[in-house]
């Protein structure tokens, strides 16, 4: 008997499709990318000593919402990154990619 569930079999299966593939894919980058501005936020806090309840109160924000967003997986709007990163007295900086041979970034894709 197989060990694989429903869900994976069904993403497998959609996963076939280029067009799911692609989009699958794009959204994944998304939360990745996401989840690592967060993860370099709270890690930022740690190491400055900062309670989630103390930033919370220091940026007008419901110290459960710190909570949430450093502790379960969440879309926070970008003004709250920023206001999280000023408090902290850190930047938030878009770096354009480094672009890879055609070859080698669509098989990063794959992946």
Known sequence: MS???????????RMRDPEFRSEYERARGEVALIDSVVRSLDELREHKGTSKTDL?????????????????QSNPELRLVVQIANDLDAD?????????????RDAGRAA
């Open 56 to 72: 919370a109160r220091r940026i007008g924000r419901n110290p459960s919402s710190i909570r949430r967003l450093f502790t379960a």
């Open 92 to 104: 938030i900086v878009v770096v354009p990619r480094k672009k890879a041979p055609t070859g080698l």
């Open 3 to 13: 060990r694989v569930g429903f869900h994976e079999r069904r993403k497998a299966e």
